[in-house]
């Protein structure tokens, strides 16, 4: 069998890299396709020796050729912190609509398989507790998250009608919070506030009452999801997240706990539009993918804040 190829949009990003590294591992030649506007060359620096892995800068959002065979697309190209998404709205609303057009058009050029990350942001502010995937969602589309929220959405839409109109085999995967290694300290994401602001014997900051839930997903697991969903007979949407909720306070307990000393916590006021509750049903990719998540919360932090220790 001749060795099979990903091409993996937002390939230096946090979870795309994550991605790179399995594909790399089990065998596979790897081509990372990203703008590094939120992504970055350090998440793929140990890859650039690699002969199986090609890197290339080049926004999705615009047309490109890429000679050879493509069995896999995976797209993961878009910013995904809502400091970003705020920050660079139109680009993200064109890399959702546009960029998945051009990685669709890729993969139905070359008979590829097409993966979209989606987004448990397409619940929006859900009234359903957990969400399933049959959920339409309670989503503001004028709202100042709607442009991320949004172009998920969209981009699940037009998924779906390639795989009506070409008969494409396409996969969605709907992700929830996700931590690890990679993240960036200053994305904005409750993870790596706490990390940054416990090393730095700062104060945490909670949003709100800190009684809001999320429910947070280790990126290994969350790979293991993903991997398992695209070489399954399923479209999906598939919920790949992990069903143990926290509050925003209890997370914060947990990590003063894995660093071992108190802190101070301030409170401010809540983003609008800021979910109350966020926890996936997963009973779909538990049956169907005979997947859930193994590494509990604790051990997740530990992993995550040594890594941010170590000078990341």
């Keep these: 069998m001749p060795q099979k190829t990903v091409l993996i949009t937002g390939g230096a990003g946090f979870i795309g890299s994550h991605l790179c590294d399995w594909f790399i591992n089990h065998g596979f030649k790897v081509i990372a396709l990203d703008n590094l506007v939120t992504g970055s060359k350090d998440n793929i620096a140990h890859l650039a020796g690699n002969k199986g892995f090609k890197f290339i800068k080049h926004d999705i959002s615009k047309p490109i050729r890429i000679p050879g065979r493509i069995d896999y697309v995976l797209n993961f190209a878009s910013p995904a912190s809502p400091i970003d998404y705020l920050n660079l709205s139109i680009q993200t609303m064109k890399v959702g609509a546009l960029g998945t057009h051009n990685a669709l058009g890729i993969a139905k050029a070359k008979g590829a398989v097409f993966f979209q990350a989606s987004t448990s942001e397409v619940y929006g502010d859900p009234l359903e507790h957990p969400q399933k995937e049959t959920y339409w969602g309670n989503v ?173």
């Design 140 to 312: 503001n589309p004028i709202g100042p998250r709607g442009v991320y929220d949004e172009a998920k959405r969209f981009a699940e839409a037009l998924i779906l009608a390639y795989k009506k109109v070409h008969r494409m085999d396409v996969k969605i995967v709907r992700i929830f919070n996700t931590y690890g290694p990679r993240m960036r300290l200053k994305d904005g994401r409750v993870v790596p506030n706490f990390i940054d602001q416990v090393l730095h014997g700062k104060p945490l900051t909670i949003y709100g009452d800190g009684k809001q839930t999320r429910s947070f997903c280790y990126v290994d697991d969350l790979v293991d999801g993903i991997t398992k969903l695209l070489f399954s007979k399923m479209t999906g949407p598939v919920n790949i997240g992990n069903p143990r909720e926290f509050t925003i306070r209890e997370f914060a307990d947990l990590v003063m706990k894995v660093h071992g000393k108190k802190a101070k916590i301030i409170y401010e006021p809540l983003p609008k539009d800021d979910p109350k509750q966020r926890r996936p049903d997963i009973t779909l990719a538990r049956k169907e993918l005979k997947w859930e998540p193994k590494i509990n919360l604790e051990e997740g932090i530990k992993r995550t804040m040594g890594w941010f220790s170590n000078g990341h």
